[in-house]
């Protein structure tokens, strides 16, 4: 590819299923001349319970998808995939990816005042205790302090998000955090951000939420600049953002449309274990 | 294996997850003397959004296993592969096999007074339109009106069961149900059973619930009868019930033992991809 055409190509984005499109929306927000395809593994989410092999495995597949897309970049929108299979990944490719977990996990390290950093997860991530690892990264002496909200994908993917149950079902995990003294608490699940009004309001004013889907976007701005390939082009003149899924395309299009500011009009199917 | 030896062999039952231990548990309740061996696929949970060919690879897979612990029957406790499955590999294996869905949708199709029968269940379930057609095998006029309830299982599974948040949702799922006029509801999920009491109370006296995890119980204690291998000594004179899992063993067995009339020590993992 030219240096146009490869500024020109869309940035690859996958998660288990429609969590990371918050952070796909995020580079629609800070990045509207890029664009996307996207991968939502629906059919055989969640991958929190999955062995690092298989993670891996499944990871691999759909980079092999996203290469077919002649993808420019990649971005890890999962947290057990950045977490298992990022590092394993980057050796096998020949084009920039990058996770979750690092830039939300360096912006708090650096933004805390007393050093107390709270992270809320699914049970997945808070056992694997790799946010601890990357704050302390940058952060030696933090102390972390991580509790699992289950219920908050099940109650997004509801859509119930501005809602009396969800907010009852926030004030009671949040709870424990708010006796830690924490000034800083990562949304540190991909569905968390569409929950960030209600959680910041139990937290109050004296908490700085940090968003990985933000955060992950601003650092994949840098990335492409950096690179050079950053699309100066507006993506209304070239093809559409694409997404596609493992199975269950309608369930996956109503959700996409309820939270991205971009109208999803197809959604295909992919055998993904052909790749 | 000599008809003792039979009578003696433990009755095999599995689902994708925690689900089907409330079929466990109504074995345990109604045929103290049956020893069971339960396969839990925590793995590869949820079986609702996978396609029929791999439900039925993944059920083959774990039948395979149940077969190397000599079971004389298998239960299959979960709601999608009793509808992908059960036929496929009944006509495979020379001992009697049970799934979940008849025996409440025949129940429900017999008890019904106005013809009115609610069922509620996983969206995958509920779309299937499985429990409509087994009831009009048994009552051909029967109107069927489904209701999925997406937050009842990760609900339980967080343990709150007699819960003010699980009060709310359960209100608010039931509500279009209350206008039908139903005489007769099952609660078609296998966590279901564990909200029969506040499903109970929001129903009212005038619908009656059924639950299929008694009535499969109910089931496969006619048919132990009926093919003369019922065990007729008691289990804690033999060996005791056994467990496995895919993954994640010590949840499993937190939740088995807050449900279980049985005291869970030892949950074994089980690679089920290599049966």
Redesign the interface.
């Known amino acids: 590819m030219g240096n146009i055409d490869i500024k020109n190509a869309p940035v690859g984005v996958f998660d288990s299923g429609v969590g990371g499109l918050t952070v796909a929306r995020e580079i629609m927000r800070q990045m509207p001349n890029e664009r996307i395809v996207y991968f939502g593994d ?2 055989r ?1 969640p991958y929190g ?3 690092k092999a298989t993670i891996i495995r499944y990871s691999r597949q759909i980079i092999n998808f996203l290469k077919t897309k002649e993808v420019k970049a990649i971005v890890v929108a999962c947290n057990t995939a950045s977490a298992y299979a990022l590092e394993e990944l980057r050796g096998e490719l020949d084009i920039p990816i990058i996770g979750v977990v690092k830039p939300g996990a360096e912006v708090a390290a650096n933004i805390t005042k007393n050093g107390k950093i709270g992270v809320i997860g699914t ?1 997945g991530t808070i056992e694997s205790k790799l946010y601890n690892k990357c704050i302390r990264e940058h952060n030696e002496s933090a102390e972390v302090f991580g509790t699992p909200c ?2 908050f ?3 997004v ?2 859509g119930w998000i501005n809602d ?2 969800t907010m ?2 926030a004030k ?1 995990y949040l709870a424990p955090l708010q006796d830690t003294g924490i000034d800083t608490l990562i949304l540190g699940c991909t569905h968390y951000p569409l929950l960030r009004n209600l959680i910041g309001e139990i937290m109050g004013n004296d908490v700085t939420l940090v968003n990985p889907a933000y955060e992950t976007a601003v650092k994949l701005s840098k990335m492409l600049e950096e690179s050079g390939i950053k699309c100066d082009a507006p993506v209304k003149a070239r093809a559409p953002h694409e997404f596609f899924v493992s ?2 395309a309608e ?1 996956f299009m109503s959700f996409a449309n309820s939270i991205l500011p971009y109208d999803v009009d197809t959604t295909k199917v992919v055998s993904i274990e052909e790749y």
């Open positions: 629906t059919a989410v319970s999955k062995s049970v289950p219920l994908v099940p109650l993917e509801e009396t149950v009852e079902v009671r199975d269950a369930r």
